[in-house]
């Protein structure tokens, strides 16, 4: 069983030590620790959390610091924990203590899926278009197109349309 710890590295307000919170984790035993860094305006804020949980496998255990490291909103939550159970791996936070495996995994599960059903879907995804200026200038400085999605949050797909619109047409 490989135990993984995930940490979010931000100032959430909440007075949390991110090193302090890793330490904890690799005390528990965690064999690896990941931490995830705010991401930039339009980017996914759970990158490291969503490549975890498409790598995690079954009988292996996800750490967390708090259960609101796993998604910005109930929904988020959620589905982490939904993932986590197709995948055939466990949950445990730390702070407050609780586990997906036993009586209170129960309980965590229909809290979680009770807060989901009433949150619209979407909550806590708030993209901001990528300005087409945007790509251009990104562009121009040599960036390909990958890295311009990545910076700007966006698909590559997005990325390609736009700089499609402002190049001169064929005649």
């Not at 005390?27 to 490291?48: I, Q, S, T």
């Not at 059903?117 to 990104?138: C, F, M, S, T, Y």
């Not at 400085?141 to 949050?153: D, F, Q, W």
């Amino acid at each position: 069983m490989l135990r993984i710890g995930y940490v979010r590295l931000q100032d959430d307000g909440s007075g949390a030590d991110p090193a302090a919170e890793t330490a904890a984790l690799r005390a528990l035993g965690c064999h690896v620790v990941r931490a995830e860094e705010p991401a930039r305006p339009g980017g996914d804020d759970f990158a490291m959390l969503h490549s975890i949980l498409e790598f995690i496998g079954g009988g292996d255990e996800l750490v967390v610091g708090r259960l609101e490291h796993l998604g910005a909103s109930g929904r988020a939550m959620w589905e982490a924990l939904q993932a986590l159970e197709r995948r055939g791996a466990a949950l445990r936070g730390v702070e407050p203590e609780l586990s997906r495996v036993g009586p209170g995994g129960l309980a965590l599960r229909a809290a979680l899926e009770a807060v989901a059903a009433v949150e619209p879907v979407g909550a806590g995804r708030h993209r901001r278009p990528a300005a087409a200026q945007d790509i251009r200038a990104l562009q121009r400085a040599g960036i390909g197109p990958v890295e311009i999605a990545r910076r700007l949050g966006v698909s590559r797909m997005t990325v390609w349309r736009k700089l499609k619109a402002v190049e001169p047409c064929p005649t």
